[in-house]
């Protein structure tokens, strides 16, 4: 994917979707884009520089200072996904350490772009502040779904957080994410054996395909429905 690809999918497919002409095409320009191979760092806790950024192809495993010390995953960030607001609206230092899994080609908009952008037009907040609250809405969402009791079920919602298909519109055809049945469980609080038996009682019913670190979402809108108890 070259940058004027990476910048429509962002205009299309990202927060930047919902916000005016105007303003979208202004963050884009302002953007530069750079490739991280897999196991390469985009952000680390403790990291001063409040810009954001957003993944244009590719995915991020990020890892949180805010949860338990032993983590070593709290999700995986895939394409079309913005992160990096905490520090922009605060001040303060990251929280989260934000690691390439694969090829990854990330859009990043440092703040003295942002900072341009605001001096010129100060209302322009309101949609950043629409990020934020973007940004807030899937954190509540994946927290409560991590408290779902039914192994099956968060499992599930989990693999469908990992592709960035919980919630909005549910795409045609089938989905492929990059994650291995280790990362499932790391994610959703499930040993390996659980995931692996989930995913194979899933796969029976030909609502997935597994394959080495991979799985092929077949019926993502009957899975949401599941994951959410219906």
């Known amino acids: 994917m070259d940058s004027q690809r990476a ?49 244009a192809s590719g995915s991020m495993a990020v890892t949180s200072t805010n949860g338990p010390r032993d983590a070593k995953l709290t999700y995986i960030m895939g394409p079309g996904i913005w992160s990096g607001m905490v520090p922009l609206f605060t001040g303060t230092a990251r929280t989260a350490t934000h690691v390439a899994r694969e090829r990854t080609l990330i859009a990043h908009l440092e703040s003295s772009a942002i900072k341009r952008m605001l001096d010129e037009r100060p209302v322009w907040w309101r949609h950043f502040g629409y990020l934020a609250t973007i940004f807030s809405e899937a954190v509540v969402g994946f927290a409560s779904d991590l408290l779902i009791q039914d192994n099956r079920r968060r499992c599930i919602a989990v693999l469908l957080h990992s592709a960035n298909l919980r919630w909005g519109a549910v795409p045609e055809g089938p989905i492929i994410v990059q994650v291995s049945q280790d990362e499932l469980g790391a994610i959703g609080g499930l040993s390996r054996k659980t995931v692996g038996r989930v995913l194979k009682d899933l796969e029976r019913q030909g609502l997935v395909a597994v394959g080495y670190r991979e799985i092929r979402i077949i019926d993502p809108g009957l899975l949401r429905h599941i994951a959410d108890g219906d």
């Not at 196991?39 to 806790?45: F, I, K, L, P």
């Open 7 to 55: 910048k429509a999918f962002l205009l299309e497919q990202s927060w930047l979707s919902g916000t005016p002409t105007e303003f979208r095409d202004a963050v884009v320009s302002a953007c530069y884009f750079r490739w991280y191979d897999s196991g390469q760092t985009v952000a680390y806790a403790g990291m001063k520089e409040s810009g954001i950024f957003a993944i």
